[in-house]
């Protein structure tokens, strides 16, 4: 903001030069030019300072537009210094061979502006695909991070791991009627990935109690989840000996139940256990 408002300064004294005298001695506009130059670099050096600070880009944006408008009016103003170089007498020429070399200097500064200005507006298209490839970068990962890691926030009753949400029952149901239950909260009977982290989060919250999951061979001999989806045996999750299909009467074990151990087993699916549910974002 102060920056801005040096800008506006500088620009209103720009403009005053417009209306100068004649008569004013060139020395003295020359010296406001020079003081106008020096305030322009300071100007500069504070947009160099921002650049790297990495402020927002849009200050940014209107401060090349404040810059750009006060190096074009201080271009009119060196512009409007000529004429009166021409309307000078020539008892004042000799004095104005003198100043041949302020002009050269006038002109080389507004040279020197307009390569300042090009580098500036250079800087700032470059510093703008920065801030845009940054931006897009930003997006990516977060997005990324949503669909992997991030935490979610879930409904009360439910905890948030990773990307899921978790239901623990306290009650207990069959095998049919668990799958039913989180179905119709939206939710699966528990699906798990095969990961270490993840099977010792549900270990903490089902250890020392038995919890059916979303696993089945009833319908197909095959392990499969609820989702129908196919499951890759790895005996070190499962109880020792199991899954062994255990027979009693008509009924075989078709069940996955996660046992107070903490690894599975088959059971009965009209045993009554309680279950755990998933929401997987
Ligand atoms: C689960 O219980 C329901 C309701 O009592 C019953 O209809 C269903 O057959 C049971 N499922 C199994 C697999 O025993």
Redesign the pocket.
């Known amino acids: 903001m102060k920056l801005l408002m040096s800008v506006v300064v500088l620009m209103y004294v720009v403009a005053a030069e417009d209306v100068m005298s004649p008569t004013l001695d060139i020395i003295s506009e020359i010296k406001k030019i020079k003081t106008m130059e020096e305030k322009l670099n300071a100007l500069y050096d504070e947009f160099r300072e921002l650049r790297s600070k990495n402020e927002v880009h849009t200050e940014v944006k209107n401060l090349m537009n404040s810059l750009s408008s006060a190096v074009s009016a201080l271009n009119d103003a060196v512009l409007n210094t000529n004429p009166f170089f021409s309307q000078l007498t020539s008892r004042t020429r000799n004095k104005l061979k003198q100043n041949d070399c302020w002009k050269s200097s006038i002109q080389t500064d507004q040279q020197n502006k307009q390569r300042d200005f090009e580098s500036l507006s250079s800087s700032l298209s470059a510093l703008k695909s920065s801030v845009s490839d940054l931006t897009s970068s930003v997006a990516s990962l977060s997005s990324k991070q949503q669909t992997s890691d991030a935490p979610v926030t879930c409904k009360s009753g439910w905890i948030s791991y990773k990307s899921s949400c978790f239901f623990f029952s306290s009650n207990a149901?069959?095998?049919?009627?668990a799958r039913d239950y989180c179905k119709a909260q939206g939710a699966l009977l528990l699906k798990i990935q095969d990961d270490d982290r993840e099977w010792a989060f549900l270990n903490h919250h089902t250890i020392p109690t038995s919890y059916w999951v979303g696993l089945t061979d009833?319908t197909t001999d095959q392990w499969r989840w609820v989702d129908d989806t196919p499951y890759t045996m790895n005996k070190e999750r499962w109880n020792p000996g199991q899954p062994d299909d255990w027979k009693l009467g008509e009924e075989r074990e078709d069940?996955g139940v996660i046992t107070n151990t903490g690894k599975l087993n088959d059971g009965?699916?009209?045993?009554?256990f309680r279950f755990i549910c998933r929401v997987q974002f």
């Open positions: 149901l069959n095998w049919t009627e009833q069940c009965h699916c009209y045993i009554k």
